[in-house]
């Protein structure tokens, strides 16, 4: 069975999701960068896995539900910290951010039967799941992190594997994003809190 990562970020003000900022004041960017963790962390539970390891800059909060693993993610770039994450598990793994609050517990069901890796493509050019069937930290170091080109780069890092797609998904980055993410995904945390911070700003 697979190992399940999610690397996060402490839903801290003024360190998460500072491009909502504006529209969102930091505090209010901090709250929905929690939802959409707690979100995340809430589909992970209930989808089947071997291991869930939630890989972590900061200190777990009430947001962590029972049942996951916590690692301190390493120092250095995201890539290193991409490749540490993956360096720690045996077999199978796949690993997601704390920015698809849409995700489903079906999507993130994958088998490796016939496979060696899943990758799934970000809307903004980036990626929001790896899943390497022998987890190699050698296929994520030096991939030019978040930019436009992240997920041509680290899909072109496969090269030579046999790679299932999962569908494209848009991450939360922007107000403009965290309207569509809501609206994808309306009956979760992150569509309520955007739904309570929009009434606020009336």
């Known amino acids: 069975m697979t190992t399940l990562l999610v690397i996060a970020k402490e839903p801290r003000p003024g360190r998460v999701k500072t491009r909502l900022t504006p529209p969102f004041t930091p505090e209010q960017a901090a709250a929905l960068a929690e939802a959409s963790l707690a979100d ?6 209930r989808t089947p896995a071997r291991r ?6 900061g200190t777990p909060g009430p947001w962590l539900p029972p049942g996951f693993e916590v690692v301190r993610q390493c120092a250095g770039g995201l890539d290193e910290r991409l490749a540490a994450a993956f360096a720690g598990c045996e077999g199978p793994a ?3 951010g ?5 995700v489903t517990p079906e999507l993130l069901t994958v088998d490796f039967a016939d ?30 992190m978040s930019t436009p080109r992240t997920g041509a780069a680290q899909r072109a890092r496969l090269s030579g594997l046999r790679v299932r797609e999962l569908p494209p998904l848009r991450d939360v980055d922007t107000a403009f994003d965290a309207e569509l993410v809501a609206r994808a995904a309306p009956d979760g945390r992150f569509a309520a809190q955007l739904t309570r911070l929009a009434g606020v700003s009336r």
């Open 40 to 45: 995340t962390l809430d589909v992970v539970a």
């Open 98 to 102: 704390m920015d698809t609050p849409q």
């Open 52 to 57: 869930r390891v939630l890989v972590l800059e």
């Open 94 to 96: 796949l690993l997601i």
């Open 115 to 144: 496979c060696d890796a899943y990758f799934g493509p970000a809307e903004d050019g980036g990626f929001w799941a790896l899943g390497l069937a022998e987890p190699d930290p050698a296929r994520l170091r030096g991939v030019p």
